[in-house]
Protein backbone atom coordinates (compact mmCIF):
# COMPACT_ATOMS: atom_id res chain seq x y z
CA UNK A 1 0.00 0.00 0.00
CA UNK A 2 1.57 3.17 -1.16
CA UNK A 3 1.79 6.63 1.14
CA UNK A 4 1.16 9.87 0.67
CA UNK A 5 4.26 11.53 0.09
CA UNK A 6 6.56 12.53 3.21
CA UNK A 7 6.14 16.38 3.13
CA UNK A 8 9.59 17.51 2.57
CA UNK A 9 9.55 21.45 2.31
CA UNK A 10 12.63 22.46 3.26
CA UNK A 11 10.71 25.30 5.29
CA UNK A 12 9.18 23.35 7.35
CA UNK A 13 11.23 22.06 11.01
CA UNK A 14 11.62 18.74 11.54
CA UNK A 15 8.99 18.33 13.94
CA UNK A 16 6.31 19.92 11.42
CA UNK A 17 7.31 17.70 8.58
CA UNK A 18 7.13 14.67 11.08
CA UNK A 19 4.18 15.61 12.30
CA UNK A 20 2.49 16.16 8.99
CA UNK A 21 3.83 13.40 7.07
CA UNK A 22 2.84 10.57 10.30
CA UNK A 23 -0.92 12.85 10.09
CA UNK A 24 -1.44 11.99 6.61
CA UNK A 25 -0.49 8.22 7.15
CA UNK A 26 -2.94 7.79 9.95
CA UNK A 27 -5.33 9.19 8.38
CA UNK A 28 -5.28 7.25 4.75
CA UNK A 29 -4.74 4.38 7.47
CA UNK A 30 -1.61 3.38 5.96
CA UNK A 31 -0.74 2.96 9.89
CA UNK A 32 -3.51 1.21 10.52
CA UNK A 33 -5.84 1.49 13.88
CA UNK A 34 -3.81 -0.63 16.49
CA UNK A 35 -0.67 -0.12 15.01
CA UNK A 36 2.31 0.65 17.77
CA UNK A 37 4.63 3.96 16.22
CA UNK A 38 8.21 2.78 17.19
CA UNK A 39 10.05 6.06 17.29
CA UNK A 40 13.34 4.09 16.09
CA UNK A 41 11.91 3.14 13.09
CA UNK A 42 9.94 6.03 13.01
CA UNK A 43 13.51 8.04 13.42
CA UNK A 44 15.51 6.43 10.85
CA UNK A 45 12.16 6.61 8.03
CA UNK A 46 11.48 10.20 8.34
CA UNK A 47 15.47 11.66 9.10
CA UNK A 48 15.00 13.18 12.08
CA UNK A 49 15.64 12.69 15.84
CA UNK A 50 13.97 11.40 18.41
CA UNK A 51 13.24 15.08 19.83
CA UNK A 52 11.33 16.45 16.83
CA UNK A 53 9.75 12.81 16.61
CA UNK A 54 8.22 13.01 19.96
CA UNK A 55 6.96 17.17 19.36
CA UNK A 56 4.97 15.58 15.83
CA UNK A 57 4.03 12.93 18.44
CA UNK A 58 2.49 14.66 21.02
CA UNK A 59 0.67 16.69 18.73
CA UNK A 60 -0.85 14.21 17.02
CA UNK A 61 -2.34 13.25 20.08
CA UNK A 62 -4.39 16.56 20.56
CA UNK A 63 -5.61 15.65 17.49
CA UNK A 64 -6.70 11.76 18.26
CA UNK A 65 -4.77 10.04 16.18
CA UNK A 66 -2.68 8.37 18.53
CA UNK A 67 -2.59 7.54 22.08
CA UNK A 68 -0.17 6.80 24.32
CA UNK A 69 0.04 4.52 27.47
CA UNK A 70 3.20 4.51 29.98
CA UNK A 71 5.64 1.78 29.43
CA UNK A 72 3.90 0.47 26.45
CA UNK A 73 4.35 3.02 23.77
CA UNK A 74 2.20 4.83 21.42
CA UNK A 75 -0.39 3.35 18.78
CA UNK A 76 -2.56 4.59 16.11
CA UNK A 77 -6.29 5.48 17.77
CA UNK A 78 -9.47 3.50 16.41
CA UNK A 79 -11.76 4.67 13.91
CA UNK A 80 -15.09 4.76 15.83
CA UNK A 81 -17.72 4.65 13.26
CA UNK A 82 -19.88 5.92 15.63
CA UNK A 83 -17.85 9.38 15.90
CA UNK A 84 -19.49 10.12 12.82
CA UNK A 85 -22.63 12.25 14.08
CA UNK A 86 -20.75 14.22 16.50
CA UNK A 87 -17.75 15.28 13.97
CA UNK A 88 -20.23 15.90 11.78
CA UNK A 89 -22.18 17.89 13.56
CA UNK A 90 -19.31 20.38 14.40
CA UNK A 91 -18.68 20.51 10.37
CA UNK A 92 -21.90 21.13 9.59
CA UNK A 93 -21.40 24.77 11.55
CA UNK A 94 -17.87 25.58 10.62
CA UNK A 95 -17.22 24.23 7.35
CA UNK A 96 -19.70 26.79 5.54
CA UNK A 97 -18.39 29.23 7.49
CA UNK A 98 -14.81 28.51 6.12
CA UNK A 99 -16.53 28.27 2.05
CA UNK A 100 -18.10 31.65 3.23
CA UNK A 101 -15.10 33.73 4.34
CA UNK A 102 -12.69 32.02 1.37
CA UNK A 103 -15.42 33.18 -0.60
CA UNK A 104 -14.70 37.06 0.42
CA UNK A 105 -11.25 36.65 1.51
CA UNK A 106 -8.52 34.85 -0.43
CA UNK A 107 -6.11 36.17 -1.41
CA UNK A 108 -4.52 36.32 -5.09
CA UNK A 109 -2.48 34.00 -4.14
CA UNK A 110 -4.45 31.53 -2.75
CA UNK A 111 -7.17 32.58 -5.14
CA UNK A 112 -4.73 30.64 -7.75
CA UNK A 113 -3.95 27.36 -5.99
CA UNK A 114 -7.91 27.72 -5.77
CA UNK A 115 -8.01 27.91 -9.51
CA UNK A 116 -5.46 25.28 -9.78
CA UNK A 117 -7.59 22.45 -7.27
CA UNK A 118 -10.58 23.19 -9.40
CA UNK A 119 -8.50 21.90 -12.81
CA UNK A 120 -7.44 19.19 -11.14
CA UNK A 121 -10.52 17.94 -9.22
CA UNK A 122 -12.34 18.54 -13.39
CA UNK A 123 -9.80 15.72 -14.52
CA UNK A 124 -10.63 13.44 -11.71
CA UNK A 125 -11.93 10.33 -14.08
CA UNK A 126 -14.86 8.42 -12.80
CA UNK A 127 -13.50 5.40 -11.02
CA UNK A 128 -10.09 6.84 -10.17
CA UNK A 129 -8.36 5.29 -7.13
CA UNK A 130 -9.56 5.85 -4.17
CA UNK A 131 -6.22 7.14 -2.78
CA UNK A 132 -5.93 9.66 -5.98
CA UNK A 133 -9.55 10.91 -4.95
CA UNK A 134 -8.72 11.21 -1.53
CA UNK A 135 -5.88 13.09 -1.81
CA UNK A 136 -7.49 15.67 -3.79
CA UNK A 137 -10.56 15.87 -1.78
CA UNK A 138 -7.97 16.35 1.44
CA UNK A 139 -5.99 19.09 -0.57
CA UNK A 140 -9.23 21.10 -1.56
CA UNK A 141 -10.46 20.88 2.32
CA UNK A 142 -7.26 22.44 3.29
CA UNK A 143 -7.32 24.94 0.94
CA UNK A 144 -10.82 26.11 1.53
CA UNK A 145 -9.74 26.71 5.01
CA UNK A 146 -6.78 28.03 4.42
CA UNK A 147 -8.52 30.65 1.88
CA UNK A 148 -10.85 31.16 5.10
CA UNK A 149 -7.86 33.34 6.20
CA UNK A 150 -8.89 32.08 10.39
CA UNK A 151 -6.33 30.16 11.86
CA UNK A 152 -7.83 29.19 14.81
CA UNK A 153 -11.28 27.66 12.40
CA UNK A 154 -8.27 26.43 10.08
CA UNK A 155 -6.71 24.06 13.03
CA UNK A 156 -10.27 23.11 13.95
CA UNK A 157 -11.59 22.19 10.30
CA UNK A 158 -8.09 20.13 10.17
CA UNK A 159 -8.37 17.91 12.80
CA UNK A 160 -12.49 17.63 11.94
CA UNK A 161 -11.71 16.62 8.55
CA UNK A 162 -9.00 14.31 9.33
CA UNK A 163 -10.88 12.03 11.37
CA UNK A 164 -13.90 12.01 8.89
CA UNK A 165 -11.56 10.74 6.59
CA UNK A 166 -9.96 8.19 8.48
CA UNK A 167 -13.88 7.41 8.69
CA UNK A 168 -13.83 6.95 4.99
CA UNK A 169 -10.79 5.34 4.10
CA UNK A 170 -11.69 2.17 6.99
CA UNK A 171 -15.17 2.24 4.95
CA UNK A 172 -13.74 2.79 1.09
CA UNK A 173 -14.36 -0.62 0.55
CA UNK A 174 -17.68 -0.68 0.31
CA UNK A 175 -18.33 2.84 -0.87
CA UNK A 176 -19.62 3.77 -4.04
CA UNK A 177 -17.21 5.30 -6.47
CA UNK A 178 -15.75 8.10 -4.27
CA UNK A 179 -14.20 10.24 -7.13
CA UNK A 180 -18.18 11.17 -7.87
CA UNK A 181 -18.31 12.64 -4.09
CA UNK A 182 -14.77 14.52 -4.38
CA UNK A 183 -15.96 16.10 -7.84
CA UNK A 184 -18.80 17.93 -5.62
CA UNK A 185 -15.78 20.50 -5.06
CA UNK A 186 -15.94 21.57 -9.11
CA UNK A 187 -19.41 23.67 -8.05
CA UNK A 188 -18.16 24.95 -4.65
CA UNK A 189 -14.55 25.92 -6.18
CA UNK A 190 -16.05 27.54 -8.54
CA UNK A 191 -18.63 29.91 -6.08
CA UNK A 192 -15.53 30.78 -3.84
CA UNK A 193 -13.93 32.01 -6.95
CA UNK A 194 -16.67 34.12 -7.97
CA UNK A 195 -17.27 35.48 -4.75
CA UNK A 196 -20.49 34.45 -4.50
CA UNK A 197 -20.27 33.34 -0.06
CA UNK A 198 -24.12 32.03 -0.10
CA UNK A 199 -23.65 29.60 -3.00
CA UNK A 200 -20.57 28.54 -1.53
CA UNK A 201 -21.89 28.21 2.29
CA UNK A 202 -24.71 25.83 1.01
CA UNK A 203 -22.88 23.59 -1.38
CA UNK A 204 -20.38 22.85 1.41
CA UNK A 205 -23.05 21.85 3.78
CA UNK A 206 -25.04 19.86 0.90
CA UNK A 207 -21.13 18.28 0.80
CA UNK A 208 -20.84 17.05 3.84
CA UNK A 209 -24.60 15.78 4.41
CA UNK A 210 -23.46 13.67 0.90
CA UNK A 211 -20.47 12.65 2.63
CA UNK A 212 -22.56 11.38 6.03
CA UNK A 213 -25.22 9.86 3.90
CA UNK A 214 -23.06 8.03 1.38
CA UNK A 215 -21.36 6.12 4.58
CA UNK A 216 -24.47 5.27 7.00
CA UNK A 217 -26.27 3.78 3.67
CA UNK A 218 -22.91 0.93 4.35
CA UNK A 219 -22.41 0.60 7.60
Do not use: C
Not at 1 to 20: F, G, I, K, N, Q
Not at 148 to 177: C, F, K, Q, Y
Not at 189 to 201: H, Q, S, V
Amino acid sequence: MTSLPVHADPALSLAERAYRTLRDRLVVLDIAPGDPLQESRLAEELEVGRTPLREAIKRLEVDRLVVSYPRRGTFATGVDITELATVSEVRELLEPLAARKAALRADPEVRQALREAHESVAHLADGSPWREALAADLAVHRLIYRAAGNPHLEDSLIRLDNLATRIWSAMVDRLPDVSVHVREHIALLEAILAGDADRAEQLTLDHIHHFDAMVRQVI
